[in-house]
């Protein structure tokens, strides 16, 4: 009898003295598109501490989505949170890294490539999209300091607040990494953290 119950319940007596199933382990979902082109934007290909700012950065955006704002002489009324979306944040750190390597600082890439084109690229089909990017320099990086730096940076830009409030935006991607920055007429190079905020909707 000690045989034909071990690892099993037998009988109504037993099992009320059963553990419940526990339920099947999920993986985690991917941060970006398991894409070719994805793979430099991968898990494990970009700093931990670097995709922990990036969702700081979006909790802010939230916080001042929940409460609504204004932007110049634009009000804006409280709109539902923003979600980071795979395609969007390989898009966005992808151009991040792409700022970094080429050295430049815009949301079009020196052959002119914009926001639109590389979202399809990635297989995002975007009825409407907006992106901003930003250069923060320090002399000490520090990561989710330099997220809630961003935030408030892009806040108080007249050309980037309203993307931070736009209803009809409700996807976004954050790329955020450390490098440095040449400054016009600076003797030598600064720390730096680069950002791109990738934001669109669905088709």
Known sequence: MATALRGTCVG?????????????????????????????????????????????????????????????????????????QPALRCAARLHTADMIEREYVSSVDPDGLGVGSRLASLEYNAATFAEVVAVVTEDAVDELDDAADVVTAWRDNPTSCWQLYARELVDVGVGGREATYMAKEAEEPQRAAYWTLTLAAPR
């Open 12 to 84: 109504a007596l037993l099992v009320l003295a059963c553990d419940p199933p526990l339920p099947p382990e999920q993986a985690p979902a991917p941060a970006v598109p398991e894409l070719a082109a994805c793979e430099p934007a991968a898990d494990g290909e970009w700093p931990d501490p670097w995709a922990a700012a990036e969702h700081e950065v979006l909790a802010r955006i939230n916080e001042l989505r929940a409460q609504g704002g204004r932007c110049g002489e634009l009000q804006f009324s409280p709109a539902p949170p923003l979600r980071m």
